[in-house]
């Protein structure tokens, strides 16, 4: 298990991005967490290395560039086809994950709003071998059980 990562978390929602850095600072594990508040300025840090995340958490409802739109667009880029990025969204519907698989996204949390579900669900993430996880229908989805 790796000790040292970067998480890259997209959002547009303030509480939720305290929340999850909250959160992020109570783990074990030493994190360097950098936010963003929006997918075009996500996508400019992207294209403008040395920073890189080695997981990506991605809100899907976000105004302008959505996170659908951002997934698309780091998936059509060969620098970042390895990349775990991880839908975190409030939504739970089966036609929303569906096209988050399709579209190329390695993981999906229905984000907790608990401090308790939210540090067990970026625990079990930040826990999964990303080199051999492929993702499939049956591990897709957090379950929180």
Do not use: C, H
């Amino acid at each position: 298990m790796k000790k040292e990562f970067t998480i890259f978390y997209t959002d547009d929602d303030p509480d939720d991005l305290d929340f999850f850095q909250e959160v992020i600072g109570s783990l074990e594990n030493t994190i360097q967490l950098f936010t963003q508040n929006s997918g075009k300025i996500l996508l400019n840090i992207l294209e403008n290395p040395p920073l890189s995340p080695d997981i990506l958490f991605l809100d899907l409802n976000m105004p302008g560039i959505t996170g659908f739109d951002v997934l698309q667009k780091i998936r059509n880029s060969s620098d970042f086809k390895d990349l775990p990025i991880v839908i975190f969204s409030t939504s739970n519907d089966e036609k929303t994950i569906e096209k988050s698989f399709e579209l190329g996204a390695s993981f999906y949390i229905t984000k907790p709003n608990d401090f308790v579900s939210l540090k067990k669900s970026i625990e079990y993430t930040i826990n999964i071998n990303w080199e051999n996880f492929i993702p499939n229908r049956d591990n897709f989805v957090y379950s929180n059980n």
